[in-house]
């Protein structure tokens, strides 16, 4: 049983790049959400889904797009990345009360 | 909007003693819950509180809820040198986003 499996562990990106920060889950959970770490912030909510084909925005959502086609499946993309998404990213899924947290994405945008 | 704020942010301690580690939040939400983060690493569950008044414990720390006060403790008994972390509390709005909002985190030092 795999979980939360998050690709890449770690990336590097020019500035106006784009890339896909990518998030699968074996559990067959419906929830899934994706979160930002920065120091001394906590972690902030970029967008979550419900369910796939339905998708919203968290707290900070501008510079990223999200999709659900399935249930597994829950990929982030940058469009086009700034300075300011440099961050740790933490996709995460739900059943019930439990959430459940992938290793997470360390992006640097240079 | 829903508010965590925890404090301390930095705690330094030494082995053996007791601290408690505040968690304040501003919704009605009764669900709570804690986790614990290691450098480099992702969130581990520690706990998760539903009602008014849960208390749970594991080994050395105990987590409180009062939704009456919207205030939850992490008590650390006897702390131990592995209990260095940073700790997070957060809160799940079911009234808004689904997904939880955090507390800024608790970084405990455990010294010998």
């Known amino acids: 049983n795999a979980g939360v499996t998050q690709t890449p562990k770690f990336q590097v990106l020019k500035t106006g790049q784009s890339m896909t920060l990518q998030c699968a889950q074996d559990m067959n959970h419906e929830y899934m959400s994706w979160y930002r770490q920065d120091p001394g912030m906590g972690l902030r909510l970029i967008h979550y889904s419900v369910g796939a084909g339905i998708t919203d925005q968290g707290e900070v959502p501008n510079g990223y797009n999200v999709s659900r086609s399935t249930t597994e499946d829950f990929p982030l993309r940058l469009l086009s990345a700034a300075p300011s998404q440099t961050s740790v990213y933490f996709c995460a899924s739900r059943a019930g009360y439990g959430y459940t947290f992938g290793s997470g994405t360390r992006l640097t945008v240079v | ?112």
């Open chain 2, 1 to 112: 909007e829903l508010k965590v704020e925890q404090n301390p942010l930095f705690l330094s301690m030494q082995e053996g003693k007791n601290y408690t580690i505040y968690c304040n939040y501003s919704t009605t939400s009764d669900r709570l819950y804690w986790y614990r983060q290691d450098p480099g690493k992702s969130l581990e569950s520690l706990f998760v509180l539903l009602s008014n008044g849960a208390v749970k414990q594991e080994g050395r720390l105990m987590a409180s809820l009062d939704t009456k006060a919207r205030l939850s403790t992490l008590h650390i008994t006897a702390a131990v040198h592995d209990l260095s972390a940073t700790y997070f509390c957060a809160v799940d709005d079911w009234g808004g986003a689904d997904g939880l909002t955090f507390g800024k985190g608790t970084h405990l030092i455990i010294q010998p």
